[in-house]
């Protein structure tokens, strides 16, 4: 395979959205349930006939035994920027709890998440899907504070890690480190960029599009990489971790606004993702370093991750 053909398969991960979700709410009344979907109009743009598909990727069931679909209607929100389903469904017998099945990941985007909200009698319950995580039982009690820290922690931890984009942003800050001790700076100032950003946003009245945080991701991964290549003994790199961690924040603040999670449990996981993660990989690379020395594997790989930024960035832009 020649080395354009290894580029572009690099770049292809980029079809995905760094900030791909969607919700929904459902409401159960005895045998009979209703359930909205909203989802993005450019998610929509990745599922075959959505009138049709999106519906077929949710499983609603009870005492073991599916939930019928009785109607359902899909049509797009151009004012909302949304794509909305609705649908009814029947139970065999009254609902106690509802066991729920998503996988509208197969339909979107590999890291796509979906955010459920029931209702029973008034009593409320929810669940987060994606492709680790496609199902759940909602049984319609107030969780623990133990089970909220939990859930809300471990939401943190995957999304950290949801995409090949944050992946390859922290594949870049450990090849822009030259020390061990550089690593922890940049490794410190990246997580508080991260999280200034998710806390100090909602406090003001921006509200960024999920395409400009995309894009501005895309640009991140490419800045590290020129750094690495152009600028090699620049120095205050760990200013620019702090920076650029802000732009990352931003995505935090879209899952946090969209979920109502807590700031505190869901920014705990992401930075302990994170930090596993850098710790992973910074033994990886030096291991890499040592046995393909002669090939220089920092400047080849950060020349992989400027042309992916690149390629990345100029696909958001096209929407």
């Given at each position: 395979?020649t080395?354009?053909?290894w580029?572009?398969?690099?770049?292809g991960p980029a079809?995905?959205?760094?900030?791909?979700m969607s919700s929904?709410?459902?409401?159960?009344?005895?045998?009979?349930?209703?359930?909205e979907?909203?989802?993005?109009l450019?998610?929509v743009?990745?599922a075959?006939?959505?009138?049709?598909s999106?519906?077929?990727?949710?499983?609603f069931?009870?005492g073991?035994?599916?939930?019928?679909?009785v109607t359902s209607s899909?049509?797009?929100?151009?004012?909302r920027?949304?794509?909305?389903?609705t649908?009814?469904?029947?139970?065999?017998?009254?609902?106690?709890?509802l066991d729920?099945?998503?996988?509208y990941?197969?339909?979107?985007?590999?890291?796509?998440?979906?955010?459920?909200?029931a209702?029973l009698?008034g009593?409320?319950?929810?669940?987060?899907?994606d492709?680790?995580?496609p199902?759940?039982?909602?049984?319609?009690?107030?969780?623990?504070?133990?089970?909220?820290?939990?859930a809300?922690?471990?939401?943190?931890?995957m999304?950290?890690?949801?995409?090949?984009?944050?992946?390859?942003?922290?594949?870049?800050?450990?090849l822009?480190?030259?020390?061990?001790?550089?690593?922890?700076?940049?490794?410190?100032?990246?997580?508080?960029?991260?999280?200034?950003?998710?806390?100090i946003v909602?406090?003001t009245l921006w509200?960024p599009?999920?395409?400009?945080?995309e894009?501005?991701a895309?640009l991140t991964?490419?800045?590290?990489?020129?750094?690495?290549?152009l600028?090699?003994?620049?120095?205050?790199?760990?200013?620019?971790a702090?920076?650029l961690g802000?732009?990352?924040g931003?995505y935090?603040?879209?899952?946090l606004?969209?979920?109502?999670y807590?700031?505190?449990w869901v920014?705990?996981?992401a930075?302990l993702?994170?930090?596993a993660?850098?710790a992973?990989?910074?033994?990886?690379?030096s291991?890499?370093?040592?046995?393909?020395r002669?090939?220089?594997?920092?400047q080849?790989?950060?020349?992989?991750?400027?042309v992916?930024?690149m390629?990345?960035?100029?696909?958001?832009l096209r929407g």
């Amino acid at each position: 395979m020649t080395g354009w053909r290894w580029i572009f398969l690099l770049a292809g991960p980029a079809w995905g959205h760094v900030v791909s979700m969607s919700s929904g709410d459902v409401t159960v009344e005895g045998a009979r349930a209703h359930y909205e979907l909203r989802m993005p109009l450019y998610e929509v743009a990745h599922a075959p006939a959505p009138e049709r598909s999106l519906l077929e990727h949710i499983r609603f069931s009870s005492g073991g035994r599916d939930a019928t679909l009785v109607t359902s209607s899909c049509a797009a929100d151009p004012a909302r920027d949304l794509y909305v389903c609705t649908a009814e469904y029947r139970f065999a017998a009254p609902v106690e709890r509802l066991d729920v099945e998503c996988t509208y990941y197969a339909v979107t985007v590999p890291n796509h998440v979906h955010l459920l909200r029931a209702e029973l009698a008034g009593k409320r319950d929810q669940g987060l899907f994606d492709l680790s995580f496609p199902r759940a039982t909602l049984r319609f009690r107030p969780p623990t504070p133990a089970e909220v820290a939990a859930a809300q922690a471990g939401a943190g931890f995957m999304r950290a890690l949801g995409g090949a984009a944050q992946v390859l942003f922290l594949v870049a800050l450990v090849l822009a480190a030259r020390t061990r001790r550089e690593l922890l700076a940049l490794t410190g100032m990246f997580l508080a960029g991260q999280m200034a950003s998710a806390l100090i946003v909602p406090h003001t009245l921006w509200q960024p599009a999920p395409r400009f945080v995309e894009a501005a991701a895309a640009l991140t991964v490419s800045y590290l990489a020129v750094e690495i290549l152009l600028l090699p003994h620049a120095g205050a790199r760990w200013l620019v971790a702090g920076v650029l961690g802000a732009f990352h924040g931003l995505y935090f603040h879209l899952f946090l606004t969209a979920t109502g999670y807590r700031p505190a449990w869901v920014l705990a996981g992401a930075a302990l993702a994170e930090l596993a993660a850098v710790a992973i990989l910074s033994l990886l690379v030096s291991r890499l370093a040592r046995l393909a020395r002669a090939l220089r594997p920092v400047q080849v790989s950060a020349c992989a991750l400027l042309v992916f930024g690149m390629v990345w960035f100029w696909m958001r832009l096209r929407g």
